[in-house]
Every structure is written in structure tokens, then in C-alpha cells.
């Protein structure tokens, strides 16, 4: 009898396609009917969804944040954030925007802001147990 010497492996750290917000309706579900969560850097809405995890859809605006280089690299660390944070969060459409203070932000600060932010997520967004 041989045992494991490695423990439960963690979840995988993937952002596969079916994790993506894509089309144009449920942002808009998400922005009317969603919860907003935000700091001085990002806003966050949040809408619970039938799928069976979260999802993340991403609005960074030029006019917000400046320059294709800028907003590719700004979504690249968003998505690497959700991508950690993934399997402590609820069951939920989560649109993430930014604000005028992510322009000129350290990427220590936008990491901390966004940590903090999917922590408010996971503790008031807790699925409910009714149908």
C-alpha cells in the first residue's frame, strides 16, 4: 500500500471560457439588477447567476484609464487576481470597472484594492439557500 506523499492538489488556477462574461445582455442584467461593490480604484457588480461558478466580465474604459497598453495590462491583472480568488467566490456574474484612480496606481495597490474587494464578495454575496 503506497500513500500520496502530496496532499489534495488545489484548484486549478485556469480562466477557461465558460468563467467569462461575454455577451452584451448580461452586462446589462448585471448592471440593473446587480449589486455594487467598489473603493477608490475599482467598482465591482455583482449579480448571482445559474452557472456553476463565478464568472467575470471586464469594463475598463479608454476615456477612464488611457491607452491600449494601459487597459491591457490593467485587465491582465484583474484577471490574474480573479483567477487566485476564484474558489472563494459565490456563484456570480461579476463585472469590474475602473476608476479614475486605477490610472495612476501602483499594481501593489491595485492588487491590494482588488483583494479586498473579492473578500466583501465572497463574505455579503453568500448564495442563498432558497429557491
Known sequence: MS?????????PL????ERRVRRKVDFEVAYKRGRR???????????????????LGL???????????ARNRLRRLIRE???HEQHRLPAADIIV????GARSAPDPTRRQSLSALWKKIASQCVPSSTP
Open 3 to 11: 500513500v500520496d506523499p502530496t496532499p489534495a492538489s488545489p484548484p
Open 14 to 17: 485556469t480562466f477557461p471560457p
Open 37 to 55: 461593490f467598489s473603493d477608490s480604484l475599482f467598482t465591482m457588480t455583482v449579480r448571482a447567476n445559474d452557472v456553476a461558478g463565478p464568472r
Open 59 to 69: 469594463a475598463i474604459a479608454a476615456r477612464t484609464i488611457g491607452n491600449a497598453i
Open 81 to 83: 487576481s480573479f483567477r
Open 97 to 100: 470597472g475602473a476608476k479614475v
